[in-house]
């Protein structure tokens, strides 16, 4: 059974940076894509960023471009989210999710499995 565990969220300044970790287990991952998703409050999920497991084809949302950088560990079995330069509006509560090919990365109902998420907030 696939279990992906984020952790790394925290509270920062605006301007800071933080690194989200996704620990993924239960299987290969051989040609799956790893997605980062986050939900403010009152708000829908939305896409962050993807990556390729075996390629590393990496795409991000425009919010992100330039600030955020999603990577991949096959040794450890986990996937990275740096976030630097954050905003208040980069606050949110961020997951980890998964599913076996990597067209349409960006659509969250199409992931087979998630985390539990991991807070975020950016104070001003």
């Known amino acids: 059974q696939v279990q992906l565990v984020e952790s790394g969220g925290g509270l920062v300044q605006a301007g800071g940076s933080l690194r989200l970790s996704c620990a993924a287990s239960g299987r290969p991952f051989s040609g799956y894509v790893f997605g980062w998703f986050r939900q403010a409050p009152g708000k829908e999920r939305e896409f962050v960023a993807a990556?390729?497991?075996?390629?590393?084809?990496?795409n991000y949302a425009d919010s992100v471009k330039g600030r955020f950088t999603v990577s991949r560990d096959g040794a450890k079995n986990t996937v990275y989210l740096q976030m630097n330069s954050l905003k208040p509006e980069d606050t949110a509560v961020y997951y980890c999710a998964t599913k076996p090919y990597y067209t349409d990365y960006d659509v969250k109902a199409l992931y087979h499995y998630w985390g539990q998420g991991t807070q975020v907030t950016v104070s001003s």
């Open positions: 990556i390729g497991w075996s390629g590393g084809s990496t």
